[in-house]
Nanobody, 129 residues
Framework: QVQLVESGGGLVQAGGSLRLSCAASRGTFSTYAMAWFRQAPGKEREFVAGISGGGVGTYYADSVKGRFTISRDNAKITLYLQMNNLKPEDTAVYYC??????????????????????WGQGTQVTVSS
């Protein structure tokens, strides 16, 4: 079992920045694919960004490309999401997720929530205009 705890959410003005963190409870974290998803009120949970087990491959939703950066520190077993130039439409609860398939991002299904085995509790990000 892997436990995930997100932090770093908050209220920020449009154009501002936030850095989300997701601390994992297990050392085998380094072999797993990880991702950030978000869910706005009344909408389905959507893929935001993903990173391969070794951290070499990164993947982004079109809506955040060029503004968000996903990274991981396997020594600290922590996942990050640096969010710059935030927009009101980025307002959502952000979740980190872990998939035990190390090659998830070589498949077309990496954006599907049912591919992920473990989820954090979420952290709220609110961007004011």
């Amino acid at each position: 079992q892997v436990q995930l705890v997100e932090s770093g959410g908050g209220l920020v003005q449009a154009g501002g920045s936030l850095r989300l963190s997701c601390a994992a409870s297990r050392g085998t974290f380094s072999t797993y694919a990880m991702a950030w998803f978000r869910q706005a009120p009344g909408k389905e949970r959507e893929f935001v960004a993903g990173i391969s087990g070794g951290g070499v491959g990164t993947y982004y939703a079109d809506s955040v490309k060029g503004r968000f950066t996903i990274s991981r520190d396997n020594a600290k077993i922590t996942l990050y999401l640096q969010m710059n130039n935030l927009k009101p439409e980025d307002t959502a609860v952000y979740y980190c997720a872990v998939c035990r398939k190390p090659f998830l991002f070589y498949t077309p299904n990496y954006h599907a929530t049912n591919e992920y085995d473990y989820w954090g509790q979420g952290t709220q990000v609110t961007v004011s205009s």
